[in-house]
């Protein structure tokens, strides 16, 4: 291959920046998740008063699909950005404003909620407030949101791959990452198995976690496969690229996923990706995925709080459970329509504002030198 055909093929073909079926995935992931802690979390840590009758025990596939959703998005936006502060600001504009709002949300439920809700204590609110707690050696306020420290790790890797140059290269960049997580997980499990004792195990493990060695061939299959949809390089490499991250990822799993699952999930990325799924752009779809963000940070303290008082009133646990989904969805809409979104324009204003004047005092410093 020539210098002039490679460079076609690393470059991205022009898209829709917005694909509404990939949004409803998260939309149904969000379902998911808030249906197995309204079911089976809340039956294994708090109990029914009565019998529900059924029990939705797979959290862990919608958090398997949420990754995969996060490593082709956030491709598909740097991708098209360009612009590393860009991509960074927008991505704190969107994660931190929420997440700090449903930190207060917590510490104020605390104050009547009738169930175990965590660590209140000051230090461990600070450590939550940066997204990153696990790393702090704190526990989530919230339990659900250990994802949101996983996916910030993951901003720093791809933003690093980006600043490095290593997107021009990405399947390869990937494949040394997902040889690194392969390696690096089975190594310190078996010293773990081996000596638990061992003094370097916490800063190995540390790093593991730093790196997000568990979970980043989750993250590579997305990513690759926005590397096929978007026709950047050699697309048979791309998909023995997404294999290898599907067998490492279940090399490493401890926490038993179905390989058949994942195998179902690329096939409904793919599928949403190129529009072969239009069912997902009906209305409930639509809402559920405009919501999503809030709906996940704030069903779950709040949706088992109510739950347990709905419940513990008399009412039957099935309809406790309704009646949670339905008030934890209108706040999650609520706050998205009246808070986040007004909130997240105003800021994204006052940051494009802050980038314009720069440009005009680095024109004007230049016309004066």
């Not at 040394?176 to 010293?191: E, H, N, R």
């Not at 067998?247 to 390989?259: Q, S, T």
């Amino acid at each position: 291959m020539n210098n002039d055909e490679a460079a076609v093929n690393t470059e991205p073909i022009r898209r829709s920046s917005r694909i509404i079926e990939l949004d409803a995935l998260r939309a149904l992931a969000a379902i998911n998740l808030m249906l197995f802690h309204f079911t089976h979390v809340y039956q294994v840590k708090y109990g029914f008063v009565g019998t529900l009758g059924f029990e939705l025990p797979y959290g862990k596939y919608g958090v398997q699909l949420f990754f995969m959703l996060s490593g082709f998005v956030n491709a598909m936006t740097l991708m098209r950005r360009q612009v590393a502060d860009d991509f960074l600001v927008n991505r704190f504009l969107r994660i931190y404003p929420s997440f700090w709002a449903m930190i207060a949300l917590n510490c104020l439920l605390v104050l009547v909620s009738p169930i175990a809700l965590g660590n209140m204590a000051t230090d461990s609110v600070f450590a939550n407030t940066t997204a990153l707690p696990n790393l702090l050696g704190y526990a989530t306020i919230e339990p659900v949101t250990w994802t949101i420290q996983v996916e910030m790790l993951f901003y720093f890797v791809i933003l690093l791959m980006f600043l490095t140059g290593s997107f021009q290269q990405l399947l390869r960049t990937i494949m040394l990452y997902v040889l690194l997580s392969l390696v690096g997980c089975l190594a310190i499990d078996y010293m773990h198995a081996r000596n638990p004792a061992a003094t370097v195990l916490p800063a190995l493990t540390f790093l593991r976690s730093l790196l997000i060695l568990d979970y980043f061939p989750l993250f590579a299959i997305g990513m690759l496969l926005h590397e096929v949809y978007a026709q950047r390089g050699r697309r048979w490499l791309n998909l023995v690229g997404v294999v290898l991250s599907v067998v490492v990822f279940h090399l490493i799993d401890n926490h038993h996923h179905h390989p058949i699952v994942t195998i179902g999930f690329i096939g409904l990325l793919t599928a949403s990706a190129y529009g072969k799924l239009p069912f997902l752009r009906m209305r409930p779809f639509v809402f559920i995925a405009a919501i999503s963000y809030a709906l996940y940070l704030f069903h779950n303290n709040l949706g088992c709080t109510l739950i347990h008082w709905v419940n513990h009133a008399g009412l039957s646990p099935l309809f406790s459970i309704i009646f949670a989904t339905a008030f934890t969805t209108l706040v999650a809409a609520a706050y998205t329509s009246w808070v986040e979104r007004p909130m997240t324009r105003s800021l994204k204003r006052l940051w494009q504002s802050s980038k314009q004047v720069k440009v005009r005092h680095s024109v004007v410093e230049t016309g004066s030198s």
